[in-house]
């Protein structure tokens, strides 16, 4: 298999850091990161940019990746529901990776790995047609028209999506922001993929996934009257 081209410099524009961690977030982070932590993703780590071994790392298990965990709670939750099931979660803000672990050790869950980074790192090295589901979970909206070519949903980041997923594999978005369901629905089927289903309060019908576990960022949306929508593409193929 041909190496991953390498990167060019990339701009990053999300927040890494936030307040202050707590003591037992800094053991998290200081004792558990580097041991969940994918090798190889970065060119540091991988200068030849090689291709993940996906066979070791997941143990021939399906392989899901959720992109932007926030708090952890979903990615936690998905890994506990399915065994059989590995995960990778990518995540560049350091507060929000420290929640995860701390969940992680409460949970006991094995079946995931983390990237705590910027996930083009890991498109780079991913093989083709490796993923069988992603899940897209209330990203950050940036509102402002002229950041919305930041937004996940844009060519940038839907083509590596792309590439990864399995032809037929899920992919699913959940958001509250009206303007960022019209850029995915717009966005996400130009870059090959078909639209199963458009869920939620904000399209007068239906509910989330029956495998949902509403997040802290929905639980704040619904406490300031934003209706979730949830949105089901498949890769075409």
Not at 221 to 226: I, Q, S, Y
Request: glycine letters at 10%; a positive charge; hydrophobic letters at 35%.
């Amino acid at each position: 298999m041909p190496h991953a081209p390498h990167p060019e410099r990339r701009n990053f524009y999300g927040r890494t850091h936030g307040k202050t961690l707590r003591a037992s977030q800094k053991t998290y982070l200081a004792e558990d990161l580097g041991k969940l932590s994918l090798d190889g993703v970065t060119v540091q780590s991988n200068p030849g940019r090689r291709p993940l071994d996906l066979a070791a790392l997941t143990g021939g298990r399906p392989l899901w990746l959720e992109v932007g965990f926030g708090g952890g709670e979903h990615l936690v939750h998905m890994a506990a529901r399915y065994p059989d099931v590995f995960l990778i979660g990518c995540e560049p803000f350091v507060n929000g990776i420290a929640m995860l672990l701390g969940k992680i050790r409460a949970a006991g869950v094995t079946n995931l790995a983390l990237h705590p980074g910027d996930v083009r790192d890991l498109f780079d090295v991913l093989p083709p047609e490796t993923v069988s589901k992603a899940f897209l979970n209330y990203p950050d909206p940036w509102p402002k028209a002229r950041h919305h070519r930041r937004r996940f949903v844009t060519p940038d980041y839907l083509g590596p999506l792309a590439r990864s997923l399995k032809p037929g594999a899920e992919f699913r978005v959940a958001t509250d922001i009206p303007d960022y369901v019209r850029q995915t629905l717009e966005e996400v089927p130009v870059a090959g993929f078909d639209l199963v289903e458009k869920a939620g309060p904000g399209f007068g019908q239906g509910a989330a996934w029956e495998d949902w576990l509403s997040t802290r960022y929905e639980q704040k949306a619904l406490r300031e009257g934003r209706d979730p929508h949830y949105l089901t593409f498949r890769r075409q193929g």
